[in-house]
C-alpha cells in the first residue's frame, strides 16, 4: 500500500516572509519563502532650501559621487563669504602683531615725549615766576594755583607720552600673538564647517546603483531632514526569508544555503550575511490556531555576483537544513 503523503504549509507573512513544510515518502522537504531585495539609501536635506535642479532621471544607474539633487546655495555662499573676509582681517592682524611697530612709529612716539618734556620744563618755570609774583604780593593765589594745574598736567602728559614708547619698543606681546592665532585656527574651522554645510547642499549617490525615486519637484522648498533621493544599491541582491523556529540554530551568519529563483532555472547558492536574534510571531492569518503561536526569525542571504543582474521583488524560496 502506498504510503501517506502529508503535507502541512503554513503560511509565515511576516513582513512578506513565508515557509513551507512537507513529507513525501517520509523525507522531510522544508523552505523559508521570501523576495530578492536590494539595500536601499535614503539621502535626506541637510538644510531648509529650494531644490534647484535633479539632472538624473528616476530609474537611471548612478556611480558614486554623481549629482542627484542640488539645492539653492545663494545663502550658504554668502555666510562664506563673510568667514573668508574675517580670516583675511585676522591673518592681517596676526602679521601685524608678529612684525611689531615700524620705526616711523617709534620716531613719532619718541618726539611725542620731546614735545611733553619741553611743555613740562616750560610750565616749572612758568610755576616758579608765578609763585616769586605772588610771594611779593604782586598776584592772587589764584593765578599759582593756574600755572600749578598746568605744570601737573604737562607732568602727566609726559609719563603718558613714555609710557606709549616703552609700550612700542617692547613689542607685541607673546599672549596676545597666541590669542590672534587662537582666533585664526578657531575661523579657519568655522570657515571648514560652512564650507562642508555647502558640499551638503549638493546631494550625491553614496553608493553605486539605481536611483529609485526622486519624492520632491524642482521649485519645491523641502524641510531638513526630508526624503530627496531614494538610490537601491548596486551587485548581487540578497533573498529576505523567515527562518521557523525549527531551523533557527543549525543557521547562522556565513552559513550557505540554497536559493531558487522564479525564473532562473538553476539553483543559487547563497550565504548568510545576517539573521535576526529577535524572533516574530506569524501574523493572525495564519491556516490555524494552534500554528499561530510559532515563531519565525528573519534572516537576509547573500547571493554571489553572478546574480547582479536580477531585479529587486522576484520571489524566491530557501531550502532549510
Do not use: C
Request: aromatic content about 4%; charged content about 20%; cysteine-free.
Amino acid at each position: 500500500m502506498k504510503k501517506i503523503i502529508v503535507v502541512l504549509v503554513i503560511a509565515a507573512l511576516a513582513g512578506g516572509g513565508y515557509y513551507f513544510f512537507g513529507r513525501k515518502d517520509e523525507t522531510t522537504v522544508r523552505v523559508a519563502l521570501g523576495t530578492l531585495e536590494r539595500d536601499r539609501v535614503t539621502l535626506a536635506a541637510t538644510a531648509p532650501e529650494l531644490i534647484v535642479s535633479q539632472p538624473v532621471a528616476e530609474g537611471s544607474e548612478v556611480e558614486v559621487g554623481t549629482l542627484l539633487v542640488q539645492l539653492d546655495t545663494t545663502l550658504q555662499q554668502t555666510s562664506l563669504r563673510k568667514i573668508e573676509a574675517d580670516i583675511a582681517q585676522q591673518q592681517a592682524n596676526l602679521e601685524k602683531l608678529n612684525n611689531g611697530v615700524r620705526t616711523e612709529e617709534i620716531t613719532a612716539a619718541a618726539a611725542r615725549v620731546d614735545t611733553a618734556r619741553s611743555q613740562l620744563l616750560e610750565s616749572e618755570r612758568d610755576y616758579e615766576r608765578t609763585r616769586s609774583i605772588v610771594d611779593r604780593k604782586l598776584a592772587a593765589q589764584a593765578t599759582l594755583e593756574t600755572a600749578e594745574t598746568r605744570r601737573d598736567g604737562n607732568m602727566s602728559r609726559l609719563r603718558d607720552t613714555e609710557a606709549q614708547l616703552a609700550l612700542l619698543r617692547a613689542g607685541s606681546r607673546n599672549e596676545d600673538i597666541a590669542q590672534a592665532e587662537a582666533q585664526l585656527v578657531a575661523t579657519r574651522a568655522l570657515l571648514a564647517a560652512e564650507q562642508q554645510r555647502l558640499n551638503n547642499l549638493s546631494i550625491t549617490a553614496t553608493v553605486a546603483g539605481r536611483l529609485d525615486s526622486l519624492p520632491w519637484n524642482v521649485g519645491e522648498r523641502v524641510a531638513t531632514g526630508s526624503q530627496l533621493a531614494v538610490l537601491l544599491a548596486g551587485g548581487a541582491p540578497y533573498a529576505r526569508v523567515y527562518i521557523p523556529e525549527t531551523s533557527r540554530a543549525a543557521i547562522s551568519t556565513g552559513t550557505s544555503l540554497t536559493v531558487h529563483v522564479d525564473g532562473v532555472a538553476e539553483a543559487i547558492t547563497g550565504t548568510v550575511r545576517w539573521i535576526s536574534s529577535e524572533p516574530a510571531f506569524t501574523p493572525y492569518y495564519a491556516l490555524n490556531s494552534s500554528e499561530r503561536s510559532r515563531l519565525v526569525y528573519m534572516a537576509e542571504v547573500q547571493l554571489p555576483a553572478s546574480a547582479t543582474d536580477l531585479p529587486a521583488g522576484l520571489p524566491a524560496q530557501v531550502d532549510l537544513p
